[in-house]
């Protein structure tokens, strides 16, 4: 018996990961499970391009409006529920696809975590502290001294895993990397097709975004923010507040800066985010780059689909 297939599409913000998968629901009997690290949280629609509710009707998601914005989600609660999520598709005969550019999601499930200490109130808070007094960007250069491997792989704007880097070393004296190289690998329950989106034309996707982020204006973002902010228990530091485009229309509704400040920010913290997913993917192995623009790499996938011997409607492994 054969090990159930799943298929990955991943790729940078903007890169077409969404049309792409509802035009494979038009050809093969698919679910999706979202690997976006902002769509588990509920009220954040449109800055995260979330599928809207017809197309949810259509196609089956998981992972999706999941958690409360006040709530957190890692990548260990990710893998949890993905792993659930694939059972049952396959289950039903049908075709899983993850479709998302959470690298660290992925990462986590394809390689497996590893078994860190677990999570302290007490070192959250200090650091917390130290962060309102000095910035994240300090504790960032803490990082560097005490693990640069990892400092080197964790964005200075980062705070939620600039946070946990330092925790698991203040909890263990550890460097969280040297926790990760003795991450054991899951076993091979799953044969994985794995699909990348990358434009070969980074201008022209750069251009795609900013009017991205102005149709989310038109449709209503700065209100989705605004009534956020407007609940009173939400804080800038919360992962779904951190968000792109939400930080920043958050520091409006603030009052720090104006509406034509937080917009110039959101669009190049979205450009920025496109780039480290690209850097992200070079360094991994595994996938198969797609130029979305043409139709030759949706033709590719469907042709790897057919010739692992996918069968819709039979439960997958069999």
């Known amino acids: 018996m054969s090990a159930p297939l799943a298929l990955v599409l991943t790729g940078p913000t903007g890169g077409g990961k969404s049309q792409w998968a509802e035009r494979l629901a038009g050809q093969l009997p698919i679910e999706i499970v979202s690997v976006d690290s902002a769509q588990v949280y509920r009220g954040l629609d449109i800055g995260t391009a979330k599928p809207d ?41 049908r075709l899983p ?18 078994a860190l200490p677990p999570a302290s109130a007490a ?16 504790l960032h250069g803490e990082l560097a001294r005490v693990d640069p491997q990892a400092a080197a792989r964790i964005h200075r704007n980062d705070p939620q895993r600039i946070q946990r880097a330092l925790e698991v070393f203040r909890i ?17 329950e799953v044969r994985w097709l794995r699909f990348a989106l990358v434009p070969g034309d980074r201008t022209a996707l750069g251009r795609a975004l900013a009017e991205r982020f102005a149709n989310m204006l038109d449709v209503g973002l700065l209100a989705e923010v605004s009534a956020l902010y407007r609940r ?5 530091e919360l992962p779904a507040i951190r968000s792109v485009g939400y930080r920043q229309l958050w520091a409006h509704c603030a009052g ?62 069999c």
Not at 66 to 71: S, T, Y
Not at 124 to 134: F, I, K, S, T
Not at 232 to 236: N, P
Request: net charge positive; hydrophobic share 45%; no cysteine.
């Open 53 to 93: 509710a017809p197309m949810r009707a259509r196609i089956v998601h998981h992972l999706i409006d999941i958690r409360d914005p006040a709530e957190r989600y890692s990548a260990g609660d990710f893998v949890h529920d993905a792993r659930a999520a694939l059972a049952g598709i396959h289950a039903r005969g």
């Open 97 to 114: 696809v993850l479709v998302g550019g959470t690298q660290l999601y992925l990462r986590a499930l394809l390689r497996g975590l590893a």
């Open 123 to 138: 070192v959250r808070a200090q650091l917390e502290a130290q962060a309102a007094v000095h910035g994240w960007a300090a």
């Open 172 to 188: 263990s004296g550890r460097p969280i990397s040297a926790w990760h190289e003795q991450t054991r690998p899951p076993g091979e």
């Open 232 to 236: 009173g228990d939400l804080h800038e």
């Open 256 to 317: 720090r800066i104006s509406l034509a400040e937080a917009i110039g920010q959101a669009i190049a913290a979205t450009r920025q985010l496109a780039k480290r997913q690209l850097t992200w993917l070079r360094s991994e192995s595994g996938y198969e780059a797609l130029e979305p623009a043409g139709g030759a790499g949706f033709a590719r996938i469907l042709a790897a689909v057919r010739a692992a011997g996918f069968v819709a409607g039979r439960p997958s492994g």
